[in-house]
């Protein structure tokens, strides 16, 4: 199925391949922010789904007892993917609290959920917004880079005390610096369609998944944008270094 998006007033034809998962524009490539950016490192994501399995083996095999081969082997296959199961359950609670919180945004709010966790979150977030009296403007907002060829898709346009803010919506465990840069990278484009829109920064707004909730605000972006361009450079050379791999060489 090929998805095909107006931006820059009609004048650019954004395509997307949903079986390549694909973007194109005049027939090249276009780069996902989420794309350039996933060239980070995380090693620390090792070192959880690690853990995970210990912690799982750790609860299943008790001091003394003896084991058959079918049962180690139940186990420790359960381990291995005890993260994958941990994951799943954390994406689903965060698909929850992002789509009543978008929903709100939206103008079409949910009832509070039932949930203790859920439900503080949300009340934080509600506070958050008539605390800083936060009005919404826009909500998922397709942006597209015609100098540098990526694209990506904003979570919320708002104004506080006047001012403008491109906003996005994080479900995670905090806020981390690639948000940043990602958030630079959304108003960097978003800017180029539309330069008369004067952004004052940007915001990243968490409502995590046990209740807790925060917020951060960067109102320059110059040197985050200048790092996203290296990130596309960085995924750039990635590409190039993958197709390195099917080049043949003669050995002597």
């Known amino acids: 199925m090929i998805i095909k998006t107006k931006l820059y007033d009609g004048n650019v034809e954004l395509f997307f391949e949903n079986f390549k998962h694909l ?20 090693p620390a994501l090792v070192s959880w789904a690690a853990n995970s399995a210990i912690d799982y083996v750790s609860t299943q095999i008790s001091p003394g007892k003896s084991y058959d081969e ?10 291995r993917k005890s993260h994958y199961n941990k994951k799943t359950e954390a994406g689903n609670i965060g698909t929850f609290v992002h789509k009543w ?8 709010p949910q009832g509070m959920p039932v949930n203790e966790d ?6 934080k977030f509600l ?3 008539d605390k800083h009296k936060v009005t919404f403007l826009k909500s998922e907002q397709q942006v597209f880079s015609k100098k540098y060829l990526f694209t990506g898709t904003l ?24 948000y940043l840069v990602q958030t630079a990278a ?22 995590g998944k046990d209740g807790s909730f925060e917020f951060a605000v960067m109102r320059d ?32």
Do not use: H
């Open 70 to 79: 079918l049962e180690l082997q139940a186990i420790f296959e359960a381990g």
């Open 23 to 42: 973007y194109t524009f005049n027939g090249k490539k276009v780069t996902s922010v989420t794309q350039a950016l996933s060239v980070i490192n995380k």
């Open 221 to 252: 972006d110059n040197w985050y944008r200048k790092m996203f361009v290296a990130f596309l450079a960085a995924l750039k050379l990635q590409e190039s270094l993958e197709e390195i791999k099917d080049f043949k060489v003669d050995r002597e």
């Open 127 to 129: 506070g958050w917004v």
């Open 155 to 178: 979570d919320f346009i708002c104004k506080i005390d006047g001012k403008l803010y491109i906003g996005d919506l994080k479900t995670s465990s905090g806020i981390y610096p690639e």
């Open 186 to 207: 959304y108003r960097f484009a978003r800017t180029e369609e539309f330069p008369e829109e004067k952004y004052t920064g940007q915001l990243i707004v968490r409502v």
């Open 118 to 123: 859920l439900k503080e979150a949300v009340e």
């Open 101 to 108: 919180v978008e929903d709100y945004i939206k103008g079409t």
